[in-house]
């Protein structure tokens, strides 16, 4: 079974723009949820989709928005892009919301904002 | 205080070592207990995922979950360069899709 997706994989932005990362969950799930990693802060949870549905919400402000599609692929969004924003963004889908499967991450789009 | 607290290390171990890796946590509502491995410019590898207390095996690693003391821990038994990477411990209070919240993760390098 493929593994989740995510694409670009690495993308060069500057101040002020915006930027769509897109993601693939592992066939047959229906959850995607997204992350930012930096060295700084480690993983933080940004929002989690379930049935094109945002279930839950981190502390990001709204320039971090999402979506997810009907056959549960996700894209998220930043926009007015901030040097702050540079991090790793990580995917990670799940079979279920109520299970005691727990998620599985993609490789990442590594985003620098310059 | 970190709902989650993890050692950022580095740790570094000859091949072969028996390597321990812990956590803390603030929060007993917690249930869910997961290690994950990243290697270098990688996602994060699900390694073990445990629920509620005690202990799983598999393989060369074991995790144990002691909620009474909100400690985790990721043994490594003969330890491998290939085990050479990021190891983040990570929680959740229900299963699932629920968000996890992750240590910082403790980088660990295993010398030929």
């Known amino acids: 079974k493929a593994g989740v997706t995510q694409t670009p994989r690495y993308l060069i932005k500057t101040r002020g723009q915006q930027v769509t990362l897109s993601c693939s969950p592992i066939?047959?799930?229906?959850?995607v949820s997204w992350y930012q990693q930096t060295p700084g802060q480690g993983l933080q949870f940004l929002f989690e989709?379930?049935?094109?549905?945002?279930?839950n919400k981190g502390n990001f402000p709204g320039r971090f928005s999402g979506r997810q599609f009907s056959n549960s692929r996700s894209e998220m969004n930043v926009s007015t892009l901030e040097l702050g924003d540079s991090a790793l963004y990580l995917c990670?889908?799940?079979?279920?919301?109520?299970?005691?499967?727990?998620?599985?991450f993609g490789p990442g789009t590594r985003l620098l904002v310059l | 205080q970190k709902e989650v607290e993890q050692d950022p290390g580095p740790l570094s171990v000859p091949e072969g070592a028996i390597v321990s890796l812990n956590c803390t946590y603030s929060?007993?509502?917690?249930?869910?207990f997961m290690w994950y491995r990243q290697y270098s410019r990688k996602g994060p590898e699900l390694l073990m995922y445990?629920?509620?207390?005690g202990n799983k095996e598999d393989g060369r690693f074991t995790a144990q979950v002691d909620k009474s003391s909100k400690y985790i821990s990721l043994f490594i038994r003969d330890s491998q360069p290939s085990d050479s990477a990021t190891y983040l411990c990570?929680?959740?209070?229900?299963?699932?899709?629920?968000?996890?919240?992750f240590g910082k993760g403790m980088k660990l390098t295993v010398n030929p």
């Open positions: 989709y379930f049935s094109e549905t945002q279930r």
């Open positions: 990570a929680m959740s209070y229900q299963g699932g899709s629920e968000k996890l919240v």
């Open positions: 929060n007993s509502a917690f249930q869910y």
């Open positions: 066939s047959g799930h229906r959850s």
């Open positions: 990670a889908s799940s079979s279920s919301i109520t299970s005691r499967e727990t998620q599985y």
């Open positions: 445990t629920y509620s207390s």
